[in-house]
């Protein structure tokens, strides 16, 4: 089993910057794409941003230019650097995640609980 554990979330003013974390624990052999996803009271999640295993990044046009993700595959931890942060980035965001359980199976998709990131002056 994998669990992922998110924080860094919290209330932050219009303009300003927040960063997020997602570690992996558990039993898996591998980490593969990991990745943000967002819901905001009201909508559907949607995606933010991923990263896979050897960096290859993607974006939501929504926050490109002011969001950024990266990880570290020895700490099995993405992150969000979120900067220029708008009122309509409030949402709790939820970590996602690949993973391998061990060789002799397919890699299955894992979310953590969410954080709550609240943009507001």
């Known amino acids: 089993q994998v669990q992922l554990v998110e924080s860094g979330g919290g209330l932050v003013q219009p303009g300003g910057s927040l960063r997020l974390s997602c570690a992996a624990s558990g039993s898996f052999f591998s980490i593969g794409t990991m990745g943000w996803y967002r819901q905001a009271p009201g909508k559907q999640r949607e995606l933010v941003a991923t990263?896979?295993?050897?960096?290859?990044?993607n974006y939501a046009d929504s926050v490109k230019g002011r969001f950024a993700i990266s990880r570290d595959n020895a700490k099995n931890t993405v992150y969000l650097q979120m900067n220029s942060l708008k009122p309509e980035d409030t949402a709790v965001y939820y970590c996602d995640a690949d993973a391998l359980p061990n060789l002799s199976s397919d890699y299955k998709n894992y979310w953590g609980q969410g954080t709550r990131v609240t943009v507001s002056s």
């Open positions: 990263i896979t295993s050897g960096g290859r990044t």
